[in-house]
């Protein structure tokens, strides 16, 4: 991959200051602060109800959740100002915990539309049909997905398994610059937990980063993190690095809890 | 929520691209309704004796019936009498010859809807038969159709043309007595399309008519016969619009269509009336009575509509399984935006040993508007082996808009098979952010999902105007993203 010789810069890919942001009038995040630099991997645990899934849903900019105060910087613009679509032409992608199914609508009509518009955006070329199917076929190999699974409308009754596999599908052919896997480790078998991870390992380069969102520390050690951190309560209140994840596996969240009331 | 939902509705804001007038001065009889306006529109049409003695006991008729109100719609009261019933391009007193005869501005009005007359633009493989207010004013390919025996041609020539024809099927699939609105049509219908196949014959091509109503104040009442004779095959696709007006005006047309031993009848609808503003303003009273009779063995009728347009719409295409192994099909999307309000359907009637139908129904609201599927499966005594499959989904864009089922079902024989499922769901506020979030903007992820329910019925489409059909729906459901 091309981009693999961009060497990582100083000024952070996101950062993340201050973020308060709530849904349906209650308040999730309270002030949470995050810098992920170009070609890291960060993992992101914690206990339920804690607000991962509500920073995921906020960074890929869904409506329903107000940012009520803070910025996240991506590369060199305000991400919270973009529109969701907008946010990924520019290389962010979201992987989502529980994706949704449009029946109807072909896998493969949905991938050659996505990329098209990220490329588009870029200022390429679409791509033709043959490029493009191509380009499919060999990310399809790397998933061990089927062919047919291209005609099948996007995600409608697929497997829970299978439709972590279609995000991962979709994260490969669309080369983010910024993934953010929300829980896609949750529901998979081992064997299943090992494609993904090995999709998303391909996916790993200097100029490339990754935030997982997952409780299980499981998944990192298929994926190894740079960093760990706990989000409790709306906020980040811990980090370290791999080893954090296997103590918070060994002793719970509630020591790390009283660390941060101390 | 509130906030994303104002974001749906602000996407399906539509924009009416064929609401032009064509300024062109026309034979407008004055508004009413009495026999000698009956008369009037029979002597312009230069018809027979059985023709005038039918309107005018279809007429009688129609004056001891009263207007039903059974469906799920609402409108003022309609004053037959401020109707005009016959209004027609004045260049065609002397019906033209051929398009170099047909008035310049006419072919421009085809020309701007992108149904091209003239010989070099013609839109290959269809032949068009295009109606304007109450006249044909061109078929096109007609040579080339009855070199294989097929007839097509306005409904007022094949009265000239083919009188033995119109006299026997003329009514036979629905009667004078029907309903109030076809009774109507039997008295006053001005033009339409007639299609014959006959036996063994394959029609070489797709046939379509394509509807314009230009002046205001008139009533549309065309009527279109097809007969597909023994091992027949046919496709026939109809168009409409209307230009924007304040006013309503009423379209009630009929159309029956008669399959004998062994033939397929394919009739497709892409209607797309003016709806009328966003406040509900003018729009077209579609009132139209559709059916189809499998009069032969193994004769297949298939309905295929795709409605977008009208401020209401009250139609049901229908099957009458006589023939032992027949088969009816209904595939159906009803688009309602704003005010609009459709209540549509199908009638499937199993009379023939192991008849077969078909039913796919996809109702889609947004704004303001109430959609409402209505359906009847009625399988006789004797239809031994009767099998019927219903599937009707909604899908609610908004939380404004009402979509409603009411399905009939009458089995009276009990070796009959029938099967309902209907769905509705709101047009996912989660489908839509899951095509942003993959770089899809708003308006494309809105008819990329819209598209996908309807797929099932496009696919039933002919070639040529499945694109058509997808773009109309585009445009029906397009609107300014926030």
Same mark, same amino acid.
């Given at each position: 991959?091309?981009?693999?010789?961009?060497? &990582?810069?100083?000024?952070?890919?996101?950062?993340?200051?201050?973020?308060?942001?709530? %849904?349906?009038?209650?308040?999730?995040?309270?002030?949470?602060?995050?810098?992920?630099?170009?070609?890291?991997?960060?993992?992101?645990?914690?206990?339920?109800?804690?607000?991962?899934?509500?920073?995921?849903?906020?960074?890929?900019?869904?409506?329903?959740?107000?940012?009520? $105060?803070?910025?996240?910087?991506?590369?060199?613009?305000?991400?919270?100002?973009?529109?969701?679509?907008?946010?990924?032409?520019?290389?962010?992608?979201?992987?989502?915990?529980?994706?949704?199914?449009?029946?109807?609508?072909?896998?493969?009509? +949905?991938?050659?539309? $996505?990329?098209?518009?990220?490329?588009?955006?870029?200022?390429?070329?679409? +791509?033709?049909?043959?490029?493009?199917?191509?380009?499919?076929?060999?990310?399809?190999?790397?998933?061990?997905?089927?062919?047919?699974?291209?005609?099948?409308?996007?995600?409608?009754?697929?497997?829970?398994?299978?439709?972590?596999?279609?995000?991962?599908?979709?994260?490969?052919?669309?080369?983010?610059?910024?993934?953010?896997?929300?829980?896609?480790?949750?529901?998979?078998?081992?064997?299943?937990?090992?494609?993904?991870?090995?999709?998303?390992?391909?996916?790993?380069?200097?100029?490339?980063?990754?935030?997982?969102?997952?409780?299980?520390?499981?998944?990192?050690?298929?994926?190894?993190?740079?960093?760990?951190?706990?989000?409790?309560?709306?906020?980040?209140?811990?980090?370290?690095?791999?080893?954090?994840? +296997?103590?918070?596996?060994?002793?719970?969240?509630?020591?790390?809890?009283?660390?941060?009331?101390? | 929520?509130?906030?994303?939902?104002?974001?749906?509705?602000?996407?399906?804001?539509?924009?009416?691209?064929?609401?032009?007038?064509?300024?062109?001065?026309?034979?407008?009889?004055? *508004?009413?309704?009495?026999?000698?306006?009956?008369?009037?529109?029979?002597?312009?049409?230069?018809?027979?004796?059985?023709? /005038?003695?039918?309107?005018?006991?279809?007429?009688?008729?129609?004056?001891?019936?009263?207007?039903?109100?059974?469906?799920?719609?609402?409108?003022?009261?309609?004053?037959?009498?401020? %109707?005009?019933?016959? =209004?027609?391009?004045?260049?065609?007193?002397?019906?033209?010859?051929?398009?170099?005869?047909?008035?310049?501005?006419?072919?421009?009005?085809?020309?701007?809807?992108? %149904?091209?007359?003239?010989?070099?633009?013609?839109?290959?493989?269809?032949?068009?038969?295009?109606?304007?207010?109450?006249?044909?004013?061109?078929?096109?390919?007609?040579?080339?159709?009855?070199?294989?025996?097929?007839?097509?041609?306005?409904?007022?020539?094949?009265?000239?043309?083919? &009188?033995? +024809?119109?006299?026997?099927?003329?009514?036979?699939?629905? &009667?004078?007595?029907?309903?109030?609105?076809?009774?109507? #049509? =039997?008295?006053?219908?001005?033009?339409?399309?007639?299609?014959?196949?006959?036996?063994?014959?394959?029609?070489?091509?797709?046939?379509?008519?394509?509807?314009?109503? #230009? $002046?205001?104040?008139?009533?549309?009442?065309?009527?279109?016969?097809?007969?597909?004779?023994?091992? $027949?095959?046919?496709?026939?696709?109809?168009?409409?619009?209307?230009?924007?007006?304040?006013?309503?005006?009423?379209?009630?047309?009929?159309?029956?269509?008669?399959?004998?031993?062994?033939?397929?009848?394919?009739?497709?609808?892409?209607?797309?009336?003016? *709806?009328?503003?966003?406040?509900?303003?003018?729009?077209?009273?579609?009132?139209?009575?559709?059916?189809?009779?499998?009069?032969?063995?193994?004769?297949?009728?298939?309905?295929?509509?795709?409605?977008?347009?009208?401020?209401?719409?009250?139609?049901?295409?229908?099957?009458?399984?006589?023939?032992?192994?027949?088969?009816?099909?209904?595939?159906?999307?009803?688009?309602?935006?704003?005010?609009?309000?459709?209540?549509?359907?199908?009638?499937? %009637?199993?009379?023939?040993?192991?008849?077969?139908?078909?039913?796919?129904?996809?109702?889609?609201?947004?704004?303001?508007?109430?959609?409402?599927?209505?359906?009847?499966?009625?399988?006789?005594?004797?239809?031994?082996?009767?099998?019927?499959?219903?599937?009707?989904? =909604? /899908?609610?864009?908004?939380?404004?808009?009402?979509?409603?089922?009411?399905?009939?079902?009458?089995?009276?024989?009990?070796?009959?098979?029938?099967?309902?499922?209907?769905?509705?769901?709101?047009?996912?506020?989660?489908?839509?952010?899951?095509?942003?979030?993959?770089?899809?903007?708003?308006?494309?992820?809105?008819?990329?999902?819209?598209?996908?329910?309807?797929?099932?019925?496009?696919?039933?489409?002919?070639?040529?105007?499945?694109?058509?059909?997808?773009?109309?729906?585009?445009?029906?459901?397009?609107?300014?993203?926030?």
């Amino acid at each position: 991959m091309s981009d693999t010789a961009i060497p &990582p810069t100083v000024t952070p890919l996101l950062e993340v200051a201050g973020l308060h942001a709530r %849904i349906k009038g209650r308040e999730v995040l309270k002030g949470l602060n995050l810098r992920v630099a170009r070609g890291e991997v960060h993992a992101i645990m914690g206990p339920n109800g804690s607000g991962k899934s509500t920073l995921s849903q906020v960074l890929a900019g869904r409506p329903e959740y107000e940012v009520t $105060a803070g910025t996240v910087r991506y590369e060199d613009t305000d991400l919270l100002g973009l529109a969701p679509e907008d946010r990924a032409r520019r290389g962010f992608f979201l992987g989502f915990q529980y994706p949704v199914e449009i029946p109807g609508v072909n896998n493969v009509y +949905l991938l050659k539309a $996505a990329l098209n518009a990220k490329r588009k955006a870029g200022g390429l070329q679409e +791509l033709d049909a043959f490029d493009f199917l191509n380009l499919v076929r060999d990310k399809m190999r790397v998933m061990k997905m089927d062919e047919s699974f291209l005609s099948r409308a996007v995600n409608e009754g697929f497997s829970g398994g299978e439709k972590k596999r279609n995000e991962i599908l979709q994260m490969l052919v669309l080369e983010p610059t910024l993934a953010v896997l929300d829980e896609t480790d949750s529901g998979l078998d081992i064997d299943a937990l090992k494609v993904v991870s090995d999709g998303v390992n391909t996916l790993r380069s200097a100029g490339r980063s990754i935030v997982l969102v997952t409780h299980y520390q499981r998944l990192l050690e298929h994926i190894v993190p740079d960093y760990v951190h706990v989000l409790a309560g709306g906020r980040i209140i811990k980090t370290g690095d791999r080893s954090l994840a +296997l103590e918070l596996e060994r002793r719970g969240y509630d020591w790390v809890l009283e660390e941060a009331a101390a | 929520m509130s906030s994303s939902t104002q974001d749906l509705e602000s996407l399906v804001g539509q924009k009416y691209r064929h609401g032009f007038v064509t300024d062109i001065e026309a034979d407008t009889v004055a *508004p009413g309704l009495n026999e000698d306006v009956i008369a009037f529109i029979s002597r312009k049409k230069g018809e027979p004796q059985f023709m /005038l003695d039918w309107r005018l006991k279809a007429f009688r008729h129609w004056q001891t019936m009263r207007e039903p109100h059974w469906a799920h719609v609402a409108y003022p009261p309609i004053d037959y009498q401020a %109707i005009s019933y016959y =209004s027609a391009p004045k260049q065609n007193a002397n019906a033209p010859k051929s398009l170099d005869e047909v008035d310049p501005k006419l072919l421009e009005t085809y020309d701007k809807l992108g %149904i091209p007359l003239h010989e070099r633009a013609r839109l290959a493989g269809v032949a068009v038969d295009a109606v304007f207010d109450s006249v044909s004013v061109a078929t096109t390919f007609k040579d080339r159709l009855a070199k294989a025996g097929v007839i097509f041609c306005s409904f007022s020539e094949a009265v000239q043309t083919h &009188p033995e +024809l119109i006299e026997r099927y003329l009514g036979t699939v629905v &009667p004078i007595t029907d309903n109030y609105f076809a009774a109507l #049509n =039997s008295a006053v219908f001005t033009d339409g399309s007639f299609v014959y196949v006959p036996r063994g014959v394959r029609c070489p091509m797709e046939l379509s008519t394509y509807f314009r109503i #230009n $002046a205001a104040n008139t009533g549309q009442f065309e009527r279109t016969l097809i007969v597909a004779a023994e091992g $027949a095959h046919v496709s026939y696709l109809e168009g409409c619009t209307a230009p924007k007006r304040d006013e309503n005006q009423l379209h009630a047309a009929v159309v029956e269509l008669v399959a004998l031993d062994d033939a397929y009848i394919k009739y497709s609808t892409v209607q797309n009336w003016y *709806p009328g503003d966003e406040n509900g303003l003018g729009g077209i009273y579609n009132f139209v009575t559709k059916r189809g009779e499998c009069r032969g063995a193994r004769s297949h009728i298939s309905w295929t509509q795709v409605e977008t347009g009208s401020a209401i719409t009250w139609k049901y295409p229908s099957c009458v399984l006589l023939g032992d192994h027949s088969v009816g099909e209904f595939y159906s999307v009803a688009v309602t935006n704003h005010r609009q309000q459709a209540d549509t359907g199908t009638k499937m %009637i199993h009379v023939g040993r192991n008849t077969k139908s078909s039913i796919v129904a996809k109702g889609i609201s947004a704004g303001h508007a109430q959609s409402s599927y209505r359906g009847m499966v009625s399988v006789l005594p004797g239809a031994e082996g009767a099998r019927n499959f219903t599937q009707c989904d =909604s /899908l609610l864009m908004g939380g404004n808009c009402g979509a409603h089922t009411f399905p009939y079902v009458e089995v009276r024989n009990p070796r009959a098979t029938v099967e309902h499922e209907a769905t509705t769901s709101r047009i996912g506020e989660d489908q839509l952010f899951y095509l942003r979030a993959r770089g899809i903007g708003a308006e494309d992820a809105v008819n990329m999902i819209v598209s996908g329910f309807c797929k099932a019925v496009f696919k039933e489409l002919p070639m040529e105007f499945a694109v058509e059909a997808q773009n109309l729906l585009a445009v029906s459901l397009e609107g300014a993203v926030g």
